[in-house]
Nanobody
Framework: QVQLVESGGGLVQPGGSLRLSCAASGLTFSRYAMRWYRQAPGKERELVASLTSGGGSTNYADSVKGRFTISRDNAKNTVYLQMNSLKPEDTAVYYC?????????????WGQGTQVTVSS
């Protein structure tokens, strides 16, 4: 059974930092591209950051470039999202996603989400 478990969310003041973690189990982690999404109240879920299976390529939403960093530790089956210079508009539930495509078959898994609230 595949599980993705996020942690590290919480309440932080504007300008502060948080590091989210997503621990994966039940899959061959190194074969999966990893992504962080977020969803704010009343808004659609949006892609925040992505990282290839080998960790060699990353992409970020324009709204977080220069502030957020995605990384992975394949030995620990964990992906991270370091969030710096947080803004109130970063407030959302953050979700971890694992995705692979093998021979045209898509495998797509989601965590349960962790709340990030940026407020003074």
């Amino acid at each position: 059974q595949v599980q993705l478990v996020e942690s590290g969310g919480g309440l932080v003041q504007p300008g502060g930092s948080l590091r989210l973690s997503c621990a994966a189990s039940g899959l061959t982690f190194s074969r999966y591209a990893m992504r962080w999404y977020r969803q704010a109240p009343g808004k659609e879920r949006e892609l925040v950051a992505s990282l290839t299976s080998g960790g060699g390529s990353t992409n970020y939403a324009d709204s977080v470039k220069g502030r957020f960093t995605i990384s992975r530790d394949n030995a620990k089956n964990t992906v991270y999202l370091q969030m710096n210079s947080l803004k109130p508009e970063d407030t959302a539930v953050y979700y971890c996603n694992a995705r692979s495509v093998d021979w045209g078959v898509v495998s797509d898994y989601w965590g349960q989400g962790t709340q990030v609230t940026v407020s003074s």
